[in-house]
């Protein structure tokens, strides 16, 4: 039988400008997991970074000038390396300071932000979102470590969301989904070269009503677990979800259900008192008010049991001392 793993809330966000677009949830030491509000609220184009203290239940949140769309850890204490707007930088907590790594991103297109990212040895996949959310437009793009050059790898992305990467050499595997595709596709990236191989569907969501949106892989490397961000286009739903699916076949291996959330964001894998637990960030992005009358806890952070023994990678980002 296939498990099915019922969340329990884990964090209410304390404003409902924290609650419009939380995701990027990512241990970062000392207890601590960090989360990106992405933008807090249809007219205000700025969001913020969030340090959740996993036992002690509270949470710091940390003004940004601009909008985030993923945030790491670097291992410089108190900085992490952000995508912000049309810049990927580092940032200082402390004084709030950025050193801009990668600047003047989508020169020529209009409408678009950095979205979501993955950290690996060889540096940053990254990618970005029309903001209208419907024109082929925004581009993929990788930050080389070796020589501090960024590099556009596709131009023709939607909304650039869920990225893993296997392998830390010169050419590695990169999983990548563009939500309205509905698809996982995996590439060979060479790294030195700058190059992606052609697109292969590895898991097709197209038959669903709900959009993938953050992924990570599973701790083997042979799954991976993709969170849905159900617009109730085909009407009302009751819960939110986030799905295993196998990278060999693609089938649905494992399902974890969101109660009263249904547009959820990001998954994370973390280990908490000797167990491994399933966090998932959750948006009330678009909502109407009826819809938040009902979906009362859209926009929360969620927590679950799994049956992993152990945790995926989750790299910091490597700065020079």
């Known amino acids: 039988m296939m498990p099915e793993f019922p969340t329990r809330l884990l964090f209410r966000p304390e404003t409902a400008e924290q609650r419009f677009l939380p995701e990027g949830p990512y241990p970062c030491g000392n207890g601590l997991l960090s989360w990106v509000s992405i933008q807090h609220g249809v007219d205000q184009p700025v969001g913020s970074l969030n340090l959740l203290d996993l036992a002690a239940g509270t ?72 903001l209208n959310f419907k024109d082929p437009k925004a581009g993929l793009y990788l930050w080389r470590r070796s020589d501090g050059q960024t590099i556009k790898l596709r131009d023709d992305q939607i909304c650039s969301n869920g990225k893993v990467i296997f392998g830390d050499g010169d050419v590695v595997t990169l999983l990548d989904i563009d939500t309205p595709t509905k698809q996982v596709v995996r590439y060979s990236l060479n790294v030195a070269a700058g190059e992606l191989s052609a697109a292969e569907v590895v898991v097709d969501l197209t038959s669903g009503d709900d959009f993938p949106d953050g992924m990570i892989a599973t701790p083997d490397g042979q799954s991976v677990i993709i969170a849905f961000y159900n617009p109730e286009i085909a009407g009302p739903v009751d819960f939110g979800a986030a799905r295993q699916y196998s990278l060999q076949d693609g089938s649905l291996e494992a399902v974890w259900t969101v109660e009263k959330s249904p547009r959820v964001t990001c998954p994370q894998l973390v280990r908490i008192d000797g167990s491994v637990k399933l966090i998932l960030t959750t948006a009330d992005e678009g909502m109407s008010p009826e819809q938040q009358a009902r979906h009362t806890n859209a926009g929360c952070l969620f927590i679950a049991d799994t049956d992993f023994d152990d945790v995926p990678d989750t790299p910091v980002f490597q700065v020079s001392e």
């Not at 949140?61 to 993923?70: Q, V, Y």
């Not at 291992?75 to 995508?83: H, T, W």
């Not at 990927?88 to 990212?117: K, M, Q, Y």
């Open 59 to 130: 949470n710091r949140n940390i003004a940004l000038p601009g909008r985030p769309g993923f945030a790491f850890p670097t291992n410089r204490d108190g900085e992490f390396v952000i995508g912000l707007e049309r810049e990927v930088g580092l940032f200082r907590i402390e004084d709030a300071s950025w050193t801009p790594l990668a600047a003047e991103l989508e020169a020529g297109v209009d409408g678009t932000i950095v979205n979501d990212g993955v950290a690996f040895a060889g540096g940053l996949v990254f990618g970005c979102k029309d």
